[in-house]
C-alpha cells in the first residue's frame, strides 16, 4: 500500500470542500471496498477524508410519508430496521442477499451505492482495463465473460455493477441526495446516478468532483409484494448472475429491476405494463437490447426463468 494523508470531516460541506480542493482526495466511510482496492494498488489516493463522525447514520420519516436513509446507515442496521422490514422489504431482502455479515456490518448505504465493480480484469492490474486505466483496452471482451453484462454495454466495457441493495433502490425509486463542494444540496433520481459505459467507464456515476452523499430518500411505500431473487454460482457470499427486484400487485402489475445483467441497476419502465402478461413478454422488453457474449448468452433465459419464478410467488 502507498502513503497517504488522512484527515477525519468535521461537516459534510467541509469535507466535499476539502475533496474537490485536494487531488487523488477520496472519503472513506466503511472501507469495505476502498481498502481492498488500495491494496492492491487499483486505486492509490493520496488523501483520505474520513467522515464517519458527520452523524448520517440516522433513518427518518419524511414529511411525504418516505423514509430519509442517511449515508453513514451501515447495511445490517438498515436491513434490520422494523420499518424498513414493514414498509419497504425489498430493501431489507435485498440487502440481505449480499455479501457476509461482518462486511455488512461495516458498509454504509453510500459505500454500497459507490463500489465498483467485481469484474476480474478491472482487478488484475496486468490485463487492459478502460476502467482502471482508461484508453487501455477490455480485455473482458475477448476473456471470460460468463458473469459480464448482456445489456447496455459498449465496446469499451462490459463490467456489471455488484449491488444487491442499488437494485432495490432503483425498483423503489429512491432519489440520492448530496452537498457539493460550494456547500449546496442536489438530489439525483437514482435512475440518473449511475452511469451507462459508453466511452467513458471510469466515470462511473452522476457525482461532480468532492461531492458527497448525504442521504438517500425513498418515496411512501410502495404496496404489494416485495420479493428479491438473486440467483449466483453458490450458495452464499456471492455476486449476482442475474438478480430480480419485484413489487408485485395484485393485479399481476408492478415494477421490476434487474442486477447482474447491466453496467447499472437495470429498468426499463416500458416494459412493466408486460408483467400481467407473464414473464416472457415482460424480459422480452426489459432485454430488448440486449448483445450478449457466447459465455452469458444464458442470462437471457435466466432472466425469464427467475421472473417467473417471482410472479409465481407473488400470485401465490
Known amino acids: 500500500m502507498k502513503p497517504f494523508t488522512y484527515e477525519r470531516a468535521r461537516s459534510p460541506a467541509e469535507a466535499a470542500a476539502a475533496a474537490a480542493r485536494i487531488q487523488g482526495a477520496r472519503f472513506i466511510a466503511g472501507g469495505t471496498n476502498l481498502l481492498d482496492l488500495m491494496k492492491l494498488q487499483i486505486e492509490t489516493p493520496g488523501y483520505l477524508i474520513d467522515v464517519n463522525g458527520l452523524a448520517l447514520d440516522k433513518i427518518e420519516t419524511t414529511p411525504e410519508g418516505g423514509m430519509r436513509i442517511g449515508a453513514l446507515v451501515r447495511n445490517t442496521d438498515l436491513a434490520a430496521d422494523d420499518r424498513v422490514r414493514r414498509d419497504y422489504g425489498l430493501l431489507s431482502r435485498a440487502m440481505l442477499a449480499g455479501a457476509s455479515g461482518q462486511l455488512r456490518n461495516k458498509a454504509t448505504t453510500a459505500g454500497n451505492l459507490l463500489q465498483r465493480t467485481r469484474c476480474p480484469y478491472f482487478y ?86 468532492g461531492e458527497l452523499i448525504t442521504a438517500v430518500t425513498l418515496p411512501k411505500p410502495v404496496g404489494g409484494k416485495h420479493i428479491y431473487r438473486k440467483v449466483r454460482d453458490r450458495a452464499s457470499y456471492a455476486f449476482a448472475l442475474i438478480s430480480v427486484a419485484a413489487v408485485i400487485q395484485r393485479d399481476g402489475s408492478g415494477r421490476v429491476a434487474l442486477g447482474g445483467v447491466a453496467h447499472k441497476p437495470w429498468r426499463v419502465e416500458a416494459a412493466e405494463p ?43
Open 124 to 209: 488484475d492490474t496486468n490485463q487492459p482495463c478502460n476502467k482502471r486505466r482508461p484508453g487501455s483496452g477490455c480485455a473482458a471482451l475477448g476473456g471470460f465473460s460468463r458473469q459480464h453484462a448482456v445489456v447496455g454495454a459498449s465496446e469499451a466495457c462490459i463490467a456489471t455493477h455488484p449491488s444487491d441493495m442499488a437494485v432495490a433502490m432503483r425498483a423503489l425509486d429512491a432519489t440520492v441526495e448530496t452537498v457539493r463542494p460550494d456547500g449546496s444540496a442536489r438530489s439525483i433520481p437514482i435512475a440518473e446516478f449511475h452511469r451507462l459505459p459508453g466511452d467513458t467507464p471510469h466515470i462511473e456515476t452522476a457525482l461532480a468532483a
Open 274 to 316: 408486460d408483467l400481467p402478461r407473464g414473464a416472457k413478454a415482460a424480459s422480452a422488453g426489459l432485454l430488448a437490447d440486449a448483445t450478449p457474449t457466447r459465455e452469458n448468452a444464458f442470462k437471457l433465459l435466466l432472466v425469464e426463468r427467475t421472473l417467473g419464478a417471482v410472479l409465481t410467488e407473488a400470485r401465490a
